[in-house]
């Protein structure tokens, strides 16, 4: 028996999650991305990035990352002006 190569483990422990404003031709509903990032002020930094051609944007740690986090769109601006520990 053969085993096959296990995939590599993520490093990333965050994501940040957007709708663009644009939408594609034919579709009605906006499109949703998302972006890891190895840390908090990665993360941190694309959201900010994110905030001027973005809409609904979310962020928090991957599992099993610990402690759990998810910053809502409402938390969003709190979150950014956070000091990074």
């Known amino acids: 028996m053969t085993r096959g190569l296990r995939p590599k483990k993520s490093e ?3 994501y940040v999650s957007y ?3 644009e939408r594609q031709l034919g579709r009605n509903h906006p ?7 190895r ?3 990665d993360a941190k930094a694309f959201a900010k990035a994110r905030l001027a051609d973005s ?8 599992n099993p990352h610990l402690p759990k986090r998810t910053i ?12 990074d520990l």
């Open 12 to 14: 990333a422990k965050w």
């Open 19 to 21: 709708e663009r404003k």
């Open 31 to 37: 499109l949703r991305a998302a972006g890891t990032f």
């Open 39 to 41: 840390n908090e002020q």
């Open 55 to 62: 809409l609904n944007i979310n962020a928090g740690t991957l």
């Open 72 to 83: 809502s769109s409402k938390q969003l601006r709190d979150w950014l002006n956070e000091p």
